[in-house]
C-alpha cells in the first residue's frame, strides 16, 4: 500500500509542466529562475576574486564578459530576475487574498513585463554599448 | 446519444496487492457521449470481473469516482469520451496520486477523510453563506434556516493535483484547509485557525492553484487557502493587540 504516496523525493516532479495550469508553470518558473540566480551568484563572487589576483587577471575577466555568449547568459540572468521578482510580487499579492481570482492573468501580466523588460535590456547591451 | 461509435483503448492501470503495477488495454466501442465511467463499467462487466473502482452516485453528489484520466484529474461520471479523446484514441485511467493504493483505481482515503473531520468539514451549509463571497450571484437571506448539500463533494481531486502534496506526507491539504475556512467564516472558531496556522498548513501551499483548477464543485480550494491566511494574520495581529479573547 506504500505505492503512489508522497515523498520528498518525488520533488523533481514539481519541474513537470505537462497537464498543468498557468499556476503551476509559475511556481516551475520561479524554482528554475531562483536556482539560476542563486548559481550567478556563486559566479558572481567567483568573478569578484579576480580582483584579489591582480590587474591582469580581472582585466582578462573583463575581455571574455564583453563576448557575445557571457552577454547572453547576463541577459538571462536578467531575465530571471525580472520573472522571479514580478512572479515573487503576484505570489505575495494572492498569499493575502489580493487578486487570487485573477492570478492566471497576473502571471499572464507579470511574464510579459518580463519580456518586454529583458527586450529592453538586450537591445542595450547588444546594440547601444 | 450519437450515431456512430468510435473505437476506443481503455488503458487502466492495474495493481493488486504487492504485485507490481500495470497497464491492461480494452478496447471497446462507445459512444463518445458516454462518459468515461460507463466504459470503466463496461470492461468489469464484460471484460475483467477482477478490476476495482470507486463509484456510487454516477451524478458527480458522492465524489467516489475521482481518478486520473490522461494525466489529468476527472471525476469520471461527468467526464464525456469525447472530452477526453478521439475516434481510435486511447484513454489512460490511473488513480488519483498522493493517496496509497489499495487495489487497481482504488485508493485509500481514510486519511484524507480524518483531515476533513479534524477541519470541522460541514455537510451541509446555510443557503445564504453557501457560494463564494465574490461570486455576483448570491442566495437572497429571508431569515429562514434554509440549509443545502455542502459544494465539496470530499472527491480527493484537489489533494491529487496538488504539487505540495506530492512531497509532503503531513501538509493538511487543499480540501482540508478549504474545510476549515469555510467552517471558520460561519463559525468563528478560533481552535480552526490554530489547526491550520503551521508549517504543514496554510504556509505550506505554494500557489500553484492546481486545487480550483480541478475541482469539480464549486470550492475554489485555492481562494480558501489564501482567505485563510488572511485571517490567520489578521488573528495574529489582533492578539498582539490584546483585542481578541
Known amino acids: 500500500m506504500m505505492n503512489n504516496q508522497p515523498t520528498p523525493g518525488k520533488a523533481l516532479r514539481w519541474f513537470d509542466p505537462r497537464h498543468r495550469q498557468p499556476g503551476t508553470w509559475a511556481f516551475i518558473l520561479n524554482r528554475i529562475t531562483a536556482l539560476g540566480l542563486t548559481l550567478y551568484l556563486a559566479l558572481h563572487l567567483i568573478m569578484l576574486g579576480k580582483l584579489a589576483q591582480g590587474p591582469e587577471a580581472y582585466d582578462s575577466f573583463i575581455a571574455l564578459a564583453k563576448t557575445p555568449w557571457v552577454k547572453f547568459g547576463e541577459l538571462l540572468v536578467i531575465s530571471a530576475g525580472l520573472i522571479h521578482g514580478l512572479n515573487g510580487i503576484r505570489i505575495a499579492l494572492t498569499s493575502f487574498g489580493i487578486g487570487v481570482t485573477v492570478q492566471r492573468q497576473l502571471f499572464w501580466s507579470f511574464l510579459t513585463l518580463a519580456l518586454i523588460g529583458s527586450a529592453i535590456f538586450g537591445y542595450f547591451m547588444f546594440f547601444v554599448h | ?245
Open chain 2, 1 to 245: 446519444m450519437t450515431d456512430r461509435l468510435w473505437h476506443v483503448t481503455f488503458s487502466i492501470y492495474r495493481k493488486k496487492a504487492d504485485q507490481p503495477p500495470f497497464y491492461q488495454d480494452f478496447s471497446l466501442e462507445v459512444d463518445p457521449d458516454e462518459y468515461v465511467l460507463d466504459g470503466i463499467e463496461r470492461i468489469w462487466a464484460f471484460h475483467d470481473r477482477s478490476l476495482t473502482f470507486r463509484h456510487a452516485c454516477h451524478h458527480s453528489t458522492c465524489g467516489a469516482c475521482g481518478m486520473l484520466v490522461n494525466g489529468v484529474e476527472k471525476l469520471t461520471c461527468i467526464t464525456p469520451i469525447r472530452e477526453v479523446t478521439k475516434d481510435g484514441g486511447k484513454i489512460r485511467v490511473e488513480p488519483l496520486r498522493n493517496f496509497p493504493i489499495l487495489s487497481d483505481l482504488v485508493v485509500d482515503m481514510s486519511e484524507f477523510y480524518l483531515r476533513m473531520e479534524q477541519a470541522h468539514a460541514l455537510q451541509v451549509v446555510p443557503v445564504a453563506q453557501s457560494t463564494l463571497p465574490y461570486e455576483s450571484l448570491r442566495f437572497p437571506d429571508d431569515g429562514l434556516p434554509h440549509e443545502r448539500l455542502n459544494d465539496c463533494i470530499e472527491c480527493g481531486m484537489c489533494v491529487s493535483a496538488c504539487p505540495i502534496a506530492l512531497t509532503a506526507a503531513n501538509y493538511q491539504g487543499p480540501a482540508a484547509l478549504a474545510a476549515a475556512q469555510q467552517t471558520y467564516s460561519l463559525t468563528s472558531e478560533k481552535s480552526l485557525l490554530a489547526l491550520v496556522d503551521c508549517a504543514d498548513g496554510v504556509w505550506r501551499c505554494h500557489s500553484g492553484f492546481e486545487c480550483t483548477a480541478v475541482c469539480p464543485s464549486n470550492v475554489d480550494p485555492a481562494w480558501r487557502i489564501m482567505e485563510l491566511r488572511r485571517q490567520v494574520i489578521r488573528h495574529r495581529i489582533k492578539r498582539i493587540f490584546r483585542q481578541d479573547g
